[in-house]
């Protein structure tokens, strides 16, 4: 498919029905925080997001983003590896999550040889599974330009076709073409 409007706009419009005042929202990739900011907003201050990311400059990003927005008292900031989402978070939080999301790939203002990996992915996209209500959605933009980048989507499209009953794939946005293959979008949910 080829598309000009940024596959995360469309994914954000893909969100929207999973969003609500007082949801809980994950950001699993927090980079520069425009996501976290998509979903703050959404939350109202009735909600609330957890944004993750395994590198410090990118907590920070995404901190001074919320902060210019004045919407940092909605949003709780986690250094940790994705694959440990499930301990980073109150165990209460099994189960109650609306919307997880995951923008795989590299900070695009930091160093591009930390990107996400299919070794840390997948585990982490099993984990959120479970942290999902169950009329919540499981949101992954993938990239497959960079080293390693067309593995670990292949090993996203693996999950996506295996999804564990009773989830089901109910979004699937590949763009670009066959020879310059552009970032892909899937989502997950049991509605
Ligand atoms: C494409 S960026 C995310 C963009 C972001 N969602 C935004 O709106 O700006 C990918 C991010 O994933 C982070 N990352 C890489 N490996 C990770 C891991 N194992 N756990 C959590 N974050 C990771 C990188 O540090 C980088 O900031």
Redesign the pocket.
Known sequence: MSTRQPL?EIAHEGWLPYLKPGSWAI???????????FLADQVTKSGRVFA????EC?IL??RTRLENASLIERVSLVR????RIRDSFACGMRGEVDLI?F??????T?DHN????RE??VP?LYESLLLLKPNGALSVIA?RGHKGAQEEADSVEGFFMKLPAPWKCVQHVATGTEENPGPVWWMASAR
């Open positions: 995360t950001d699993a990739t927090a980079g520069n925080g425009f996501d976290t900011e993750m990311d395994v590198q990118a990003a995404t940790a590896d994705h694959a999301c923008n795989l790939g590299y900070l695009p930091g930390i990107t996400t990996s840390s992915t982490a990239y």
